[in-house]
């Protein structure tokens, strides 16, 4: 398994402010995810972030609004940009390990206001 | 429809019961299949892997249907502690790609 580290655990945001979320792992791994949980739905993935190059954003995220920076296999940063409201979500930092088995940091509870 | 699909309950069941839920998919290339448990305000954790042959951990036992796209997860002798929501993960099938995608979990409740 892997110790993730996630912070900050929660955070309340004004409307048009930017947040960064910060993921740091006891080990070095090659997969790292972002995901998003709203109330009451499941796991939506955010992007992939990959280091050393850009990060792989699925349908429906883009990098102005969600840019992620990797540098280096224990570490990665996920800003969310000009918040609204809706963006109002539980943010989790992945690790893929052997088998695609995910272990998950303990999220960051995000209110924007 | 959607990619992986859940009854999402809840399972209100008695101490000492038998429980199962089930979980379609969509895409006939995924691969890999994990049943993920989340409590509450809590980040999900992995419970257990599906293998085509089935397979057990204790209480726990999980099976895939490939040719009707399902799993499912049976829990025998339910505690108190069971209760949370269950999530099924399937992975997406594309070549490289080694993301997984979540169902919307079936919540369980066990009763005293």
């Known amino acids: 398994s892997a110790v993730i580290s996630q912070k900050p655990s929660r955070d309340i945001c004004q409307r048009g402010t930017s947040l960064t979320i910060q993921c740091q792992v006891d080990?070095?791994?090659?997969?790292m995810f972002w995901y998003r949980q709203q109330p009451g739905q499941s796991l939506t993935l955010i992007a992939t972030a990959n280091q050393g190059s850009e990060a792989t954003y699925e349908s429906g995220f883009v990098i102005d609004k969600f840019p992620i920076s990797r540098p280096n296999l224990t570490f990665s940063t996920l800003t969310v940009s000009n918040m609204s409201p809706e963006d109002s979500s539980i943010y989790l930092c992945?690790?893929?390990?052997?088998?695609?088995?995910?272990?998950f940091g303990s999220g960051t509870q995000l209110s924007v206001l | 429809r959607k990619e992986v699909e859940q009854d999402p309950g809840p399972f209100n069941v008695p101490e000492g019961a038998t429980v199962a839920f089930n979980c379609t998919y969509s895409n006939s290339a995924s691969q890999s299949f994990f049943w993920y448990r989340q409590d509450c305000r809590k980040e999900p954790k992995l419970l257990m892997s599906?293998?085509?042959s089935g397979n057990e951990d204790g209480r726990f036992t999980a099976q895939l249907n490939r040719a009707s796209q399902y799993i499912s997860l049976l829990i025998r002798d339910s505690k108190l502690s069971d209760s949370a929501t269950y999530l099924c993960v399937v992975n997406k099938g594309d070549t490289g790609r080694r993301a997984l995608t979540f169902g919307s979990g079936t919540r369980l409740q066990v009763q005293p």
């Open positions: 080990s070095q791994v090659t997969m």
């Open positions: 992945s690790v893929g390990l052997t088998n695609e088995k995910l272990f």
């Open positions: 599906v293998y085509s």
